[in-house]
């Protein structure tokens, strides 16, 4: 491997563990927003923006919402690469292309909204701003179905997520063979419980989706924050959430362990 390479390689890993630890940070207070909401406190929107103004009020939040905005967007870098030249896992696969491809515009998406915040730009919340795309998409022919349709997406994905905790697939994209036993243990673990908590909570978001295309009603469309919220309001909703709650947590811890053994 030539210095050239080698230097663009070290530069790919630096990518991937910048936005690795920024997408752990987010989801570790979005846990915290979740245990808040859970408890019957009134608290900010657990979603990315919720998140961005509880790490505002911090001292140093001006600083941590830029070291976030730039490792969201470093993320989508690297998952842009890897769209270009192939995944580190499945070589240059047609499928795990797009799949980064994917990824990459979802977090370059989150990259801009956390600059806007920044900028103070950003006024309306999530399920506010998804409520008012879902009721301009149903305005028009077939509007219904493409949020029907939209939905449908999320909740397979949140099916995807949630077989693929349970199988373990994460650990494809990590180094085990450089872990300790016990640590490989704890990563699987942590991994397996976030990843499965994350799927939930996708596929109750894009279940709401759906309920919003059927109702026609987009209030129904509410995003993360709805779909967390809508939990707690079930019988037994705080307790399930705060399980949700711990396994977003858990999905956070794993993040930073992502971050450290990545393949790349």
Request: charged share 15%.
């Amino acid at each position: 491997m030539t210095q050239v390479d080698s230097a663009k390689r070290s530069g790919v890993a630096g990518l991937a563990s910048f936005g690795l630890a920024a997408r752990a940070f987010t989801y570790l207070v979005i846990a915290w927003l979740a245990f808040q909401i859970a408890l019957g406190h009134h608290t900010h929107q657990a979603n990315q923006r919720g998140a961005l103004a509880e790490i505002a009020q911090n001292s140093l939040g001006l600083a941590l919402l830029w070291i976030v905005g730039f490792g969201l967007g470093a993320y989508a870098l690297w998952r842009f690469i890897e769209a270009a030249t192939g995944t580190a896992t499945d070589g240059k696969k047609a499928g795990p292309r797009l799949k980064s491809a994917a990824r990459g515009i979802v977090y370059a998406a989150l990259c801009v909204s956390t600059f806007a915040f920044i900028a103070g730009t950003s006024r309306e919340g999530q399920a506010e701003k998804q409520s008012t795309l879902t009721a301009r998409v149903m305005k028009h022919d077939f509007g219904r179905w493409l949020v029907g349709a939209a939905g449908v997406v999320v909740v397979i994905v949140g099916i995807v997520l949630i077989v693929n905790g349970a199988r373990k697939k994460f650990e494809e994209e990590l180094r085990t063979g450089e872990m300790s036993p016990t640590t490989r243990r704890v990563v699987s673990r942590l991994g397996m419980v976030g990843t499965i908590s994350r799927g939930i909570v996708f596929a109750t978001a894009g279940i709401l989706v759906v309920d919003a295309a059927v109702s026609f009603d987009p209030k129904e469309s509410r995003g993360l924050d709805g779909a967390l919220r809508t939990l707690a309001d079930q019988p037994y909703g705080p307790w399930i959430l705060g399980a949700l709650a711990l396994g977003l947590m858990a999905f956070g811890a794993f993040g930073f362990a992502a971050a450290r053994w990545v393949k790349t």
